[in-house]
């Protein structure tokens, strides 16, 4: 009698392990899942897919990385103005027109966005989006268990992905002759090109206590300083032109490798602290 009990609180134990995941419980799970799924869009440049967002606010504020809306590729007028179009694409698959609601004429502002790679949009209409809860970068631990959501590579769907985070860093760069440090964090966890600008998420206690901690950001791709010499020279030869030998087409050739390995992750990934753009909302708030 007594093994028969042994063996069926084991076989409990079995059942309630299975049914448990990186989440929590399966009902747990299915809240924290939705939430950040209904939280998370798809970031469009003149109609074209950039990357990730999330909202921050009911009302319709959005955050992604700079470097997600703003590249070599944007167009200005003559007046500095940038001339491109953003939308959003919901979890209801609703294509939504946003606005940068940064003062980008202010020097300080600028170089913080550019620094920080972060950027703040508002939706043109009212949104039945979910929106995430904003955290304290300076809570979280190495070990500390994380998530995101996004839309890696090509995907049109909304991707969940798991790990922890491994190492919290200060990082140091130069903007206009000037010495500038940001927090970031590496992470044990797989991220593609198409993930960033999407929330890095802690676990709470409870689904509504999840908080985002940062922006995830870059990953680290093998082969890093022969990519930069692969870069310099695409750059340099698309001054001059292109080359062309029995009809191929070598610089297409070489920016095809380039973009694919460019592509490829490790499972070392970043994000940036949530700190400054924390500031923004919290003060816009008030």
Same mark, same amino acid.
């Given at each position: 009698?007594?093994?028969?009990?042994?063996?069926?609180?084991?076989?409990?134990?079995?059942?309630?392990f299975?049914?448990?995941?990186?989440?929590?419980?399966?009902?747990?799970?299915k809240?924290?899942i939705?939430?950040?799924?209904?939280? %998370?869009?798809?970031?469009?440049?003149?109609?074209?897919?950039?990357?990730?967002?999330?909202?921050?606010?009911?009302?319709?504020?959005?955050?992604?990385?700079?470097?997600?809306?703003?590249?070599?590729k944007?167009?200005? *007028? *003559?007046k500095?103005?940038?001339?491109n179009?953003?939308?959003?694409?919901?979890?209801?698959n609703?294509?939504i027109?946003?606005?940068?609601?940064?003062?980008?004429?202010k020097?300080s502002?600028?170089?913080e966005?550019?620094?920080?790679?972060?950027?703040?949009l508002?939706?043109?209409?009212?949104? /039945?989006?979910?929106?995430?809860?904003l955290?304290?970068?300076k809570?979280?631990?190495?070990?500390?268990?994380?998530?995101?959501?996004?839309?890696p590579l *090509?995907?049109?769907?909304?991707?969940? %992905?798991?790990?922890?985070?491994? %190492?919290?860093?200060?990082?140091?760069?130069?903007? $206009?002759?000037?010495?500038?440090?940001?927090?970031i964090?590496w992470?044990?966890?797989?991220?593609? +090109?198409g993930?960033?600008?999407?929330?890095?998420m802690?676990l709470?206690?409870?689904?509504?206590?999840?908080?985002?901690i940062?922006?995830?950001?870059?990953? /680290?791709?093998?082969?890093y300083?022969?990519?930069?010499?692969?870069?310099?020279?695409? %750059?340099?030869?698309?001054?001059?032109?292109?080359?062309?030998?029995?009809?191929?087409?070598?610089?297409?050739?070489? +920016?095809?490798?380039?973009?694919?390995?460019?592509?490829?992750?490790?499972?070392?990934?970043?994000c940036?602290?949530?700190?400054?753009?924390?500031?923004?909302? $919290?003060?816009?708030n008030?």
């Amino acid at each position: 009698m007594k093994n028969i009990i042994l063996i069926l609180i084991f076989l409990t134990f079995c059942e309630s392990f299975a049914q448990t995941s990186f989440f929590g419980d399966r009902e747990t799970t299915k809240k924290r899942i939705e939430s950040i799924k209904q939280s %998370t869009v798809k970031i469009l440049v003149d109609n074209i897919k950039s990357g990730t967002g999330f909202f921050v606010t009911s009302d319709g504020i959005l955050v992604t990385n700079w470097h997600v809306v703003i590249d070599d590729k944007t167009k200005l *007028d *003559d007046k500095g103005n940038i001339l491109n179009k953003f939308s959003i694409v919901d979890f209801k698959n609703d294509t939504i027109p946003v606005n940068i609601i940064l003062n980008l004429s202010k020097e300080s502002v600028l170089e913080e966005a550019i620094v920080w790679d972060y950027c703040i949009l508002k939706t043109n209409k009212k949104t /039945t989006s979910k929106f995430l809860k904003l955290g304290n970068f300076k809570n979280a631990y190495e070990g500390e268990s994380i998530y995101t959501c996004g839309f890696p590579l *090509d995907l049109d769907d909304t991707f969940l %992905t798991t790990g922890i985070l491994s %190492t919290l860093s200060v990082q140091s760069l130069t903007m $206009n002759s000037k010495k500038q440090q940001r927090q970031i964090a590496w992470l044990d966890m797989t991220t593609n +090109k198409g993930n960033s600008g999407g929330a890095l998420m802690t676990l709470g206690k409870n689904p509504e206590d999840d908080e985002v901690i940062g922006i995830t950001s870059f990953i /680290t791709v093998p082969f890093y300083k022969d990519l930069e010499e692969l870069n310099k020279y695409v %750059t340099e030869t698309e001054k001059t032109g292109t080359v062309e030998f029995m009809g191929i087409n070598f610089l297409r050739y070489i +920016k095809l490798i380039n973009t694919a390995v460019n592509s490829n992750s490790v499972g070392i990934s970043g994000c940036i602290s949530i700190e400054k753009v924390s500031a923004i909302i $919290n003060a816009n708030n008030k």
